[in-house]
């Protein structure tokens, strides 16, 4: 299992900011897609943003976009979501994962392909 560590959750207001930061331990993502997912209370885990770092290709779920922006610092081995105009509807468990693909939307758009997942972080967006 690739391990990935994930941080940056918070108790934010709507309309509010966080980014939230995706770092591989013990593997460099040349060859991976990383992909960024949250699980609601009560829901099933979805895709949210997914990132191809070996070339760069993009995919965002409907739901955010033109709010959250992917994107990666190879020198710091990390992919960072950056979460804007947050919504009470973003309030869920974020978690990130890796594959080795380079089919960003499959990958974000099949949670359920992947058996282990590393701790995620909380977001919650109320006032």
């Known amino acids: 299992q690739l391990q990935l560590a994930v941080s940056g959750g918070d108790l934010v207001q709507p309309g509010g900011s966080l980014r939230l930061s995706c770092a591989a331990i013990?593997?460099?993502?040349?060859?991976?897609?990383i992909g960024w997912f949250r699980q609601a209370p009560g829901k099933e885990r979805e895709g949210v943003s997914c990132i191809s770092v070996t070339n760069g290709n993009t995919y965002y779920a409907d739901s955010v976009k033109g709010r959250f922006t992917i994107s990666r610092d190879d020198a710091k081995n990390t992919v960072y979501l950056q979460m804007n105009s947050l919504k009470p509807e973003d309030t869920a468990v974020y978690y990130c994962q890796a594959d080795g693909v380079t089919d960003v939307q499959a990958m974000c758009n099949l949670p359920g392909a992947f058996a282990d997942w590393s701790q995620g972080t909380q977001v919650t967006v109320s006032s």
């Open positions: 013990g593997f460099t993502l040349d060859w991976y897609a």
